[in-house]
């Protein structure tokens, strides 16, 4: 089943399964020049990650005048002081300028993009976004392994992300250049692989940076992510705050599979709450 449509254009057909999306992405594209500037993925990239610290920040802010926040923190005793939050936002800002900025102007020049005027079918767009979840959490598993298997590798590259041993939201992308760039090279390459549409690359990137944020934040609410997915498939924020404790458990970001594979999963303590 076709029609006719969404976006004024009669020469464009929309599948049933698109029509879901297609507003959305009419909209989006209203704002094509946006879209397609280099600039715009760093710029989508902070505000997103900001964005979804902020929220904790302000907790810990509060914390110390809430007690009942307490309860749902893992570290109950421990507040980012602004000599730890700051230090960290700026080093995420000044690589994402110094560094991913000039990355993101190559790759524009080298490869123009066009923004096509259909949606993808829902469908689609879920089935694309679980697989790059689960490709970058194989890739990054093997990545952290071996950043923790080989003391040059941590010492000069890995090390800098450990320097907070209770996790903060903030903290999430406080790590080395070859660090942040190599996760940015695992999500460019999975969603050419998959040739995922441009709406598709942007859920993408939203999830996984809410899910990274979520895992650092040092808070474990009964609505956590990990809660909401069952059978223990999904590790969450007591799971990697273990990796920061203990060096030697829960590589993987994300799902448990890998850890249960190779023996390296450690199962973290119920909440107090």
Known sequence: MSCRNCSGEPQVLC?????????????LRTREALLLSPFFPVLFSISTYVGFCLPFVLLDVLGPRAPALRRYKIHPDFSPSA???LPCLGQTLYQHVAFVLPVTLLHWACSPAQLPREA?????L????VACLLLFDAEFFAWHVLHHRVPWLYRTFHKVHHQNASSFALA???MSVWELLSLGFFDMVNVTLLGCHPLTVLTFHVVNIWLSVEDHSGYDFPWSTHRLVPFGWYGGVAHHDLHHSHFNCNFAPYFTHWDKILGTLRSSPGPAW
Do not use: A, I, M
């Open 126 to 129: 879920v089935h694309h976004l």
């Open 172 to 174: 999430t992308q406080y």
């Open 83 to 85: 000599r730890q939050l």
């Open 120 to 124: 993808p079918e829902l469908p689609q």
């Open 15 to 27: 599948s049933s399964g698109q029509l879901f999306l297609q507003p959305l992405w009419d909209s």
